[in-house]
């Protein structure tokens, strides 16, 4: 004999208004054996009203898939809202690859990207064309954008520190303030970054206000990445079902 022996258990089923009808009288019933009258004329009253019972609407999967070619990179993005796996990123450039990894993993939502471009000349069009892959993917898993938080950080990286404002709301804008010292990070050039969050606003319909201080360049960089992933993270969170604007139309 245990604890658990005088315990009650208790079972949650989830049934349409025509199963909530048949289960009404048998419900009543043995609610009355339990001496439990109120719920007995709980079931008592549905079975007679003939209540329809609420049921939620379907959930929509916020997939986004982007394939982009141009005579410079083809490109293939997959990204899902709703999952935090798989994250998989291919660009061809090690060090950006590494980024977007950030922005997914602490946006919380799944990511694949592959890509192959013109590296033999420089990395400029394969970043660019990611950015904007990444955007459409995203402003295609978006849909409507009803529900969403539509507003969404700052985050420190040892010395540094990056904040970002970002706004779902259709309308591409981009401030970017902070400046780097060293030419690449790898094969990254670091004036990209800026390149970056500007292609991301234009292919997303974002407005992103970002502000980064530090020394590291590397620090610096990673930390505007990693904000982006939380502000996004904050700004895709479904909070209803309402289009976030009084306008009525984003």
Sequence with gaps: VSAASFMKSFAVQTV???????????????ARLEGLEAHA????????????????????RRLGEIVRKTKETEIAVSVDLDRAAPVRIASGVGFFDHMLEQVAHHGGFS??????????????????????????????????RRGIARFGFVLPMDEAEAKI????????????????????????????????????????????????????????????????????????RVEGAELPSTKGVI
């Design 165 to 236: 404002s970002i706004d779902l709301g259709g309308r591409p804008y981009l401030v970017f303030d902070g400046a780097f010292t060293a030419a690449a990070l790898g094969a990254y050039p670091t004036e990209m970054t800026e390149h970056v969050f500007r292609s991301l606003s234009q292919a997303l319909g974002a407005t992103i206000h970002v502000s980064v201080t530090g020394e590291n360049d590397h620090h610096k960089t990673e930390a505007c990445f990693k904000a982006l992933g939380r502000a996004l993270r904050q700004a895709i």
């Design 16 to 30: 349409d208004a025509a199963g909530a009808r048949a289960l009404a009288g048998p419900a009543a019933r043995l």
């Design 111 to 144: 990511l694949t990207l592959s890509c192959a471009g013109d590296l033999h000349i420089d990395a400029h069009h394969s970043i660019e064309d990611c950015a904007i892959a990444f955007g459409q993917a995203l402003n295609a898993a978006l849909i409507d």
């Design 41 to 60: 004329r709980a079931a008592d009253v549905r079975a007679e009203q003939n209540l329809e019972v609420r049921t939620e609407a379907p959930i929509r």
